[in-house]
């Protein structure tokens, strides 16, 4: 607490994101970033862009990227936004759209980064449980609302709703915005990026850092009715205009562009998760069923937290969640094989004592 605070500074719960450490000696899998570099022509993109050019300003309308998004899904550039990563875009979201004399609905378990962004923007809020099983009921979201946001998959469940539910809640909840964010979409979901030209009301965020491997350049993207994409273009333009530097709008241009690499890429991160799923199911855990580059996994006996710790100890970082009914469970980030067979091994050491 500071004097010199506002009282909306002195209001805020921040979000406290996962662990970086600065020694390199941890088996990192506790931020969801990519065990597997970005595409090589993102990276030679990046390069060739560093030149005498960064005098300039960058495109505040980000044209070129806006054009790569838009034809990667066949939508024209009036229906994709692109942001300093997918929270960036969330946040403008959170402020261009949802009316804060309304509840807005989301998860009870799901990114702790909506209850952050609803205190910085004074929204009301009601989370709608999800089932034993952790999955999303969209029969649910059935309150008066000023709004809907929701993970899909969810994290840090790893839960996938079919695109039908989507379209169902859609059906059910016109009169408002109704954000999904894809964050993990690409690890075996389908997109709710098609139903974009029969619901102006639907926006769709998807971000680099995941799937295409680009965490550390921060570029997320948004897909919805041009109405959608000019109410976040009012927020950031009454912002920050530049928020998308030169070499983040030449790096992902590219990496959308590779797209044999980008398929490698995640098919080796799901046939990774579906094998160290079966192994920790072998050792007595339970996971739910991940379509996501993350399994979120519990056993019956030993106290996650404990876990959590000794495979720390062992040089292993997961994600442990200390909150109501989900402080049993460990989020763990699919890395390379080679890093989740020491995974496999330190969580084998912990079960047999
Ligand atoms: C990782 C993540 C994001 C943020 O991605 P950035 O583009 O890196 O900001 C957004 N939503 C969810 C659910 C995530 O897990």
């Not at 996962?18 to 990046?46: F, H, M, R, V, W």
């Not at 692109?82 to 989301?106: H, T």
């Not at 964050?183 to 295409?212: C, H, M, W």
Request: glycine share 6%; net charge negative; with cysteine.
């Amino acid at each position: 607490m500071s004097k010199f605070w506002s009282p909306l500074t002195a209001s805020l719960v921040p979000y406290v994101p996962g662990e970086q450490p600065k020694d390199k000696t941890y088996i990192k899998l506790n931020t969801n970033e990519n065990p597997y570099p970005p595409s090589p022509k993102a990276i030679e993109a990046i390069q060739k862009a560093a030149d005498a050019d960064l005098r300039l300003y960058p495109d505040p309308t980000c044209e070129t990227l806006v054009e790569a998004a838009a034809g990667y899904y066949g939508l024209s550039a009036s229906q994709v936004f692109v942001g300093n990563g997918s929270d960036e875009i969330l946040a403008f979201a959170f402020a261009a759209f949802f009316n804060p004399e309304k509840k807005l609905l989301f998860p009870d378990i799901t990114y702790s980064f909506y209850k952050v962004y609803a205190k910085l923007y004074g929204l009301q809020t009601e989370l709608v449980p999800v089932n034993e099983q952790f999955q999303i009921e969209v029969a649910s979201y059935t309150a008066d609302n000023g709004g809907i946001i929701l993970p899909n998959p969810n994290a840090p469940t790893a839960q996938l709703l079919p695109l039908a539910d989507i379209r169902k809640l859609l059906d059910a909840n016109t009169e408002q915005a109704v954000v999904i964010d894809e964050a993990y979409i690409d690890f075996g979901g389908e997109s709710a990026v098609s139903l974009i030209q029969e619901y102006p009301n639907l926006l769709v965020i998807q971000t680099l850092s995941k799937s295409r491997s680009l965490a550390g350049l921060r570029v997320g993207l948004a897909f919805g009715s041009e109405e959608l994409i000019d109410g976040l273009n009012r927020i950031k333009n009454s912002f920050n205009s530049y928020t998308l530097d030169r070499l983040a709008l030449a790096g992902a241009v590219a990496a959308l562009q590779d797209e044999a690499y980008f398929r490698e890429a995640t098919d080796r991160v799901i046939a990774t998760r579906e094998r160290v799923t079966h192994e920790a199911q072998r050792l007595g855990f339970k996971a739910t069923d991940s379509k996501a580059n993350f399994i979120f996994i519990t056993h019956p006996e030993i106290p996650a937290k404990s876990i959590f710790q000794q495979l720390r100890e062992k040089g292993v970082l997961v994600r442990y969640f200390d909150q109501p009914r989900i402080d049993e469970y460990l989020r763990v980030s699919i890395g390379t094989d080679e890093e989740m067979d020491a995974f496999v091994a330190a969580l084998g050491d912990i079960v047999a004592g």
